[in-house]
C-alpha cells in the first residue's frame, strides 16, 4: 500500500475545502431548478429569523468549523469525512430561496435528480470497473479481506487445532481480518489496549492470537505489537492479489499461541 506524506496545513485545508464543495456541486445544480428561472412569488414559511439562523448553522457550520480546524491543524483532509456535514444544505437552500413550487419548477428538479442520480451511477461503474485498467490506481475497496481472512483463519487452526478469537493489528487489517473470517474474532487494534478496552487481555493469552500487518517490512514483527505479542511465532509472509485491477498486498504475520498459566 502506497504511502503518502500529509499535506501541509495549508494544502490540507484548501484540499478539504474543494473537496466538501465539490461534492456539493450536485446539490446546487439540483437547487438551481429553484432559481431558474427566477422566481417571482415567494412562498411564506412559518419559520422567523431565528429559526433560519439556526438552519443556516447547521446547514453550514459543520462544513465551515472542519476548513477551520483542519487549516490550525495542518491534518489530511480526507474526503469522505465532508459527506455528512452537508446533510442540511438543502433545508436551507428552500428556505433561502422559498420560490413557489409551481408543477413545472418541481419537474425541472426532479429532471435535474433523475440526471445526476444517473452521472453518479456511471461514474461509479466507471471508477470501479474501467479506470483500475488504466491508472493502476490503489483503491481500498478492491482490498483482498476475504482472501486475507480465509488464509490466517486457516493458518491459525493448523497452528494451535482452535478457534481464532482474537485479532492483533490495525483497524483496517484486523477488521477485515475480524469481519470476513468466519471464527468472527474481536480485533485488538494497534495492539493497544487502550484502542480495545472491552478486550480481556487475559483472555487473549488464553486463547491465543494471531498478528497481522501489511504496511511495514512483512517479515519482521512491528514495534507497535512487540510488547502486547512478545514472544509471536512468525510465519512466512505472503501475498495476495487485489479483487481487481493490479497492485499486491504483502501480508506479514505471526502466531500468539496460547499461554498456560
Known amino acids: 500500500m502506497a504511502k503518502h506524506a500529509p499535506p ?23 437547487a438551481s431548478a429553484l432559481l431558474v428561472p427566477r422566481p417571482t412569488v ?38 469522505m469525512w465532508g459527506y455528512p456535514l452537508w446533510l442540511f444544505l438543502g433545508l436551507w437552500i428552500v428556505m433561502a430561496t422559498a420560490p413557489e413550487l409551481t408543477a413545472e419548477r418541481v419537474n425541472r428538479v426532479v429532471a435535474a435528480w433523475a440526471f445526476v442520480f444517473v452521472v453518479c451511477a456511471i461514474a461509479f461503474v466507471v471508477n470501479y470497473s474501467v479506470l483500475p485498467l488504466i491508472d493502476h490506481r490503489y483503491r481500498a475497496v478492491f482490498y483482498p479481506g476475504d482472501t486475507l481472512a480465509a488464509a490466517l483463519t486457516q493458518r491459525f487452526h493448523d497452528a494451535t487445532g482452535q478457534k481464532l478469537s482474537y485479532v492483533i493489528g490495525s483497524m483496517w487489517d484486523g477488521g477485515n ?48 505489537f512487540a510488547a502486547i505479542a512478545s514472544g509471536a511465532e512468525m510465519g512466512k509472509p ?22 498456560v498459566n
Open 177 to 224: 481480518l475480524a469481519h470476513y473470517s468466519a471464527d468472527q474474532p474481536h480485533v485488538l487494534i494497534d495492539g493497544q489496549p487502550r484502542r480495545s478496552p472491552w478486550i480481556d487481555l487475559n483472555d487473549l493469552r488464553a486463547k491465543g492470537a494471531i498478528v497481522v500487518w501489511t504496511e511495514s517490512d512483512d517479515k519482521v514483527l512491528p514495534p507497535k
Open 42 to 79: 415567494h412562498q411564506q414559511f412559518a419559520a422567523d429569523a431565528f429559526d433560519r439562523r439556526i438552519v443556516a448553522l447547521i446547514a453550514l457550520g459543520p462544513g465551515i468549523s472542519a476548513i477551520v480546524l483542519t487549516a490550525v491543524s495542518g491534518r489530511g483532509a480526507v474526503a
Open 8 to 30: 501541509s496545513c495549508a494544502a490540507g485545508s484548501f484540499t478539504l475545502y474543494i473537496r466538501h464543495h465539490f461534492f456539493a456541486i450536485p446539490s446546487f445544480f439540483i
Open 238 to 259: 505472503f501475498e495476495l492479489p487485489p479483487r481487481r485491477g493490479f497492485g499486491t498486498t504483502h501480508v506479514g504475520w505471526a502466531i500468539l499461541k496460547q499461554q
